[in-house]
């Protein structure tokens, strides 16, 4: 054991006596374990996003959405007006509740109406939607002030509304929305509650959802119904197009995870009994889309790890070089050591402590340097708000990196120790 201590003593007071050599040959196991880090902690961090942005909309939701068919699209052009009927009806409503019936645990419809938003002499191009109470607990909605819709403003047809963070930052940046009036199209409306904030916007979600939840207004669904009706006008293109859409969105609820594939296709095949060939309703299934995403994180961080790990070969390769040039260098010490007694195994533990030493060394200041960089990173990005950047280290690429690092070092050390152990004493002790 004392002889074991005084070897690992002569290895590391070798290492000490050449700082800078030693320094640049851990340096390519320091640069691949930083690059490890920084890799993995980008890519966690932007799946961490995305997971949080596609949850937002429901794990057991199911989503099925409008949308204007191409042909519709390109018949409104040359025309002042025209009035495109697409989407989903009430007709397509009924038949769906009926056939998946117990199967789904709620039906939450959105009718889209009014495009243009009006504060006192402030106006945006935003969206309104007739909806139901229910939207709130479906949707995972938070309320920051006031209340959301009840079941009275329903049964009364009330012209009250919930806003989003937006439009309360927009309008009402230093005041209080709660109470105050404002106009939806041609019609006003009392607002009674502020949505929280909803991360989608310029996100993952935010491609799924088509726009800034942040900018939606909610009223209720039959209030919507009475004041504005079916057909909506637009200004596009120069000219006022008009859409007939009865159901803008419809949330089909799932009792659990495990149900939300089956009643997805079951949903699917009804909706394509009217509108398969028409086009104009899309199914979004924000469960499929999370293990979408989950298996193709898998894969890139195979792709990241390994493109980083040819640092940490390159960082072998370097201590494999420097080790072999350091036994040339101290054949004469062999020598002399194997005729003081050293055996084979004793010059084999000197060197493979020497290069465990380096590589280690080098694992924890990358470790430092990846995590450092990782944190860095996060904070300009915020700072300078120019790339949206989110980062997330976590622990098991911090251990597999280290293990890994040490591991190449001792690997790549074996064969100069090998080397330096089967030199002949004789011709060590001669050596100049």
Same mark, same amino acid.
């Given at each position: 054991m004392t002889f074991l201590l005084e070897i690992i003593r002569l290895g590391l007071n070798n290492l000490r006596l050449h700082k800078l050599r030693s320094f640049l040959t851990s340096l390519g196991i320091i640069l691949g374990v930083a690059a490890v880090i920084v890799m993995i902690s980008i890519?966690?961090?932007?799946?961490?996003?995305?997971?949080?942005?596609? !949850?937002?909309?429901?794990?057991?939701?199911?989503?099925?959405?409008?949308?204007?068919?191409?042909?519709?699209?390109?018949?409104?052009?040359?025309?002042?007006?025209?009035?495109?009927?697409?989407?989903?009806?009430?007709? +397509?409503?009924?038949?769906?509740?009926?056939a998946l019936g117990e199967s789904a645990e709620a039906l939450v419809p959105l009718k889209a109406v009014g495009d243009e938003i009006i504060s006192g002499a402030e106006r945006i191009t935003s969206q309104a939607f007739g909806t139901t109470p229910r939207l709130a607990e479906v949707a995972k909605l938070r309320i920051t002030r006031g209340r959301y819709l009840t079941d009275e403003d329903m049964s009364q047809r009330t012209k009250v509304a919930v806003i989003g963070r937006g439009i309360e930052k927009q309008f009402f940046p230093l005041? +209080?929305?709660?109470?105050?009036?404002? $106009?939806?199209?041609?019609?006003?409306?009392?607002?009674?509650?502020?949505?929280?904030?909803?991360?989608?916007?310029?996100?993952?979600?935010?491609?799924?959802?088509?726009?800034?939840?942040?900018? +939606?207004?909610?009223i209720p669904l039959t209030t919507a119904e009475l004041e504005f009706g079916d057909v909506v006008s637009r200004r596009l293109s120069?000219?006022?197009?008009? !859409?007939?859409?009865?159901?803008? !969105?419809?949330?089909?609820?799932?009792?659990?995870?495990?149900?939300?594939?089956?009643?997805?296709?079951?949903?699917?095949?009804?909706?394509?009994?009217?509108?398969?060939?028409?086009? +104009?309703?899309?199914?979004?299934?924000?469960?499929?889309?999370? !293990?979408?995403?989950?298996?193709?994180?898998?894969?890139?961080?195979?792709?990241?790890?390994?493109?980083?790990?040819?640092?940490?070969? &390159?960082?072998?390769?370097?201590?494999?070089?420097?080790?072999?040039?350091?036994?040339?260098? $101290?054949? $004469?010490?062999?020598?002399?050591?194997?005729?003081?007694?050293?055996?084979?195994?004793?010059?084999?533990?000197?060197?493979?402590?020497?290069?465990?030493?380096?590589?280690?060394?080098?694992?924890?200041?990358g470790i430092l340097c990846g995590v450092g960089l990782s944190v860095g990173a996060e904070a300009v990005s915020e700072m300078t708000r120019k790339i949206d950047l989110e980062t997330q280290v976590t622990t098991w690429s911090i251990v597999a990196s280290f293990v890994?690092?040490?591991?190449?070092?001792?690997?790549?050390?074996?064969?100069?120790?090998?080397?330096?152990?089967?030199?002949?004493?004789? &011709?060590?002790?001669?050596h100049d």
């Open positions: 890519g966690e961090g932007n799946k961490a996003r995305a997971l949080r942005e596609i !949850e937002v909309l429901g794990a057991t939701n199911i989503i099925v959405r409008s949308q204007r068919p191409p042909e519709s699209a390109s018949a409104g052009q040359g025309e002042r007006t025209f009035v495109a009927s697409f989407g989903l009806t009430r007709l +397509d409503l009924r038949r769906i509740e009926s005041s +209080d929305p709660i109470g105050q009036q404002i $106009r939806i199209g041609t019609q006003i409306f009392s607002i009674v509650g502020v949505l929280g904030e909803v991360g989608l916007a310029g996100g993952s979600g935010s491609a799924l959802v088509g726009r800034d939840l942040n900018l +939606d207004i909610h120069g000219s006022f197009v008009s !859409e007939e859409v009865q159901i803008s !969105e419809l949330y089909v609820v799932s009792p659990s995870t495990e149900e939300v594939l089956s009643l997805s296709e079951r949903t699917r095949r009804i909706v394509d009994l009217e509108h398969a060939t028409k086009g +104009d309703v899309t199914v979004i299934v924000p469960w499929e889309l999370l !293990e979408q995403l989950k298996r193709t994180q898998r894969i890139w961080n195979i792709v990241l790890i390994s493109i980083a790990s040819i640092s940490l070969l &390159v960082g072998g390769i370097g201590i494999m070089n420097i080790m072999l040039a350091s036994v040339t260098e $101290r054949t $004469r010490e062999i020598g002399i050591r194997r005729a003081l007694g050293a055996t084979r195994r004793h010059i084999t533990l000197q060197f493979l402590v020497e290069t465990g030493s380096l590589s280690c060394a080098g694992g924890i200041i890994v690092s040490a591991a190449v070092g001792l690997i790549f050390g074996i064969y100069p120790a090998i080397q330096a152990s089967k030199k002949d004493p004789i &011709v060590a002790l001669r």
